[in-house]
T-cell receptor
Framework: GEDVEQSLFLSVREGDSSVINCTYTDSSSTYLYWYKQEPGAGLQLLTYIFSNMDMKQDQRLTVLLNKKDKHLSLRIADTQTGDSAIYFCAVSTDKLIFGTGTRLQVFP | NAGVTQTPKFRVLKTGQSMTLLCAQDMNHEYMYWYRQDPGMGLRLIHYSVGEGTTAKGEVPDGYNVSRLKKQNFLLGLESAAPSQTSVYFC?????????????FGEGSRLTVL
């Protein structure tokens, strides 16, 4: 089945850029998503990218997709303390498969 | 703006007890899902439903049962709880399924089995 991997932790200084990485195994994935989970809450969709795109930008968020390497990344520019959360990538086949989540900690 | 509502939010059970988690959505979504979230393992799909009266197994269905008698409700049952079922359970719904559907999540239900 589909396997989606992320590193578990990332710590950045406020104002710096954060890059969260994700690798997946199924090359037939058509949509790839980034979800954000704040403490004590459910997941919320941040952004998504179609598999025929290489890059998508949405304000402070940039999503890069390397289909050859099956690698997805989320870059957050000017990271703020309010960005502290767990970030999940998810890839779609017939169902949505989530990665393990990356806990982003932003320090002053 | 209720969205997806889960009840209860917290529950402590003894091994062998049974319980039901209720999920309700007011967005007229066809698809509903139950996930469990465990540290270092992300979200794993337990069961899902593609419409009223239908259910299907996900990645980790053993020990759980579900029912979708009404379109807006999706129930997750544990007939005989085990400590391995200690987890945070999330319900989600979507208008479209699979590849193109954005999932809307509830706030989660934390279950502890002693």
């Amino acid at each position: 089945g589909e396997d989606v991997e992320q590193s578990l932790f990332l710590s950045v200084r406020e104002g710096d850029s954060s890059v969260i990485n994700c690798t997946y195994t199924d090359s037939s994935s058509t949509y790839l998503y980034w979800y954000k989970q704040e403490p004590g809450a459910g997941l919320q969709l941040l952004t998504y990218i179609f598999s025929n795109m290489d890059m998508k930008q949405d304000q402070r968020l940039t999503v890069l997709l390397n289909k050859k390497d099956k690698h997805l990344s989320l870059r957050i520019a000017d990271t703020q303390t309010g960005d502290s959360a767990i970030y999940f990538c998810a890839v779609s086949t017939d169902k949505l498969i989530f990665g393990t989540g990356t806990r982003l900690q932003v320090f002053p | 703006n209720a969205g997806v509502t889960q009840t209860p939010k917290f529950r402590v059970l003894k091994t062998g007890q049974s319980m039901t988690l209720l999920c309700a959505q007011d967005m007229n979504h066809e698809y509903m899902y139950w996930y469990r979230q465990d540290p270092g393992m992300g979200l794993r799909l337990i069961h899902y439903s593609v419409g009223e009266g239908t259910t299907a197994k996900g990645e980790v269905p053993d020990g759980y049962n579900v029912s979708r008698l009404k379109k807006q409700n999706f129930l997750l049952g544990l007939e005989s709880a085990a400590p391995s079922q200690t987890s945070v359970y999330f319900c989600a719904s979507s208008y479209k399924g699979g590849a193109t559907g954005e999932l809307f999540f509830g706030e989660g239900s934390r279950l502890t089995v002693l």
